[in-house]
């Protein structure tokens, strides 16, 4: 029994030097929303976009991005309903992979940037999916264009704990659907879409 108990500890051993304490590593991540570490986070601008789509005359399904976004959340894995998120989206960041769009969206008929040019979101309430705890409805106000409209995102918690250089993330993915109409875009209606699809995903550093 003492060489069978020596021969497991020794085969234990290897594999951790083998995975250069990869076990430890991933023991250490989470999927869980309750073993989550509560305090204040900031976006990292790095791994952390919005990804806009609408409808292009209805040939195709056209999408763009805005970068740069800045974020900044905080977290109660014991009152999830208690958390609050605002972001403030640089209009003049968006990346449609065309140097023309790029130039339009930023004049009176799109975004209007010369005037308007952030938007911001801010939430209002947080509530967690009691069947999915890693799933919640956020709802708050969108302001785009100097007008504010109630925004509903629905958000996946993916995962949280340590990752590389030591920093402690946070990884969230959304989505929402809002009508340009509403902020006041209506340039080239209805043949160009109304309804803009966004994808949201961050990654967040724990301050």
């Known amino acids: 029994m003492r060489l069978v108990s020596r021969t497991a500890i020794a085969a234990a051993a290897s594999i951790t030097l083998l995975t250069g304490g990869a076990v430890v590593a991933q023991a250490a991540l989470t999927r869980a929303p309750a073993e989550v570490r509560a305090g204040a986070y900031a976006l990292d601008s790095d791994h952390g976009k919005i990804t806009w789509s609408v409808s292009h005359l209805g040939f195709s399904t056209y999408k763009g991005q805005f970068v740069n976004v800045d974020a900044d959340l905080t977290l109660d894995p014991a009152n999830p309903s208690a958390a609050t998120l605002t972001a ?9 992979n065309s140097d023309g769009l790029d130039a339009h969206l930023q004049t009176a008929d ?23 705890p890693d799933r919640a409805t956020v709802v708050g106000d969108l302001t ?61 550093i724990r301050q």
């Open 110 to 132: 799109f975004f209007d940037t010369a005037n308007h040019p952030v938007a911001t979101y801010v939430s209002r309430s947080v509530t967690v999916d009691p069947t999915a």
């Open 144 to 204: 785009l264009r100097g007008v504010t409209r109630p925004v509903t995102m629905m958000v996946r918690f993916n995962q949280a704990g340590p990752s590389m250089g030591g920093a402690y993330r946070a990884g969230f993915d959304g989505e929402a659907t809002i009508k340009r109409s509403d902020f006041g875009i209506n340039y080239a209606l209805p043949v160009l879409g109304d309804e803009v699809s966004l994808h949201i995903e961050g990654e967040f």
């Open 88 to 96: 403030t989206i640089p209009l003049t960041e968006v990346d449609s």
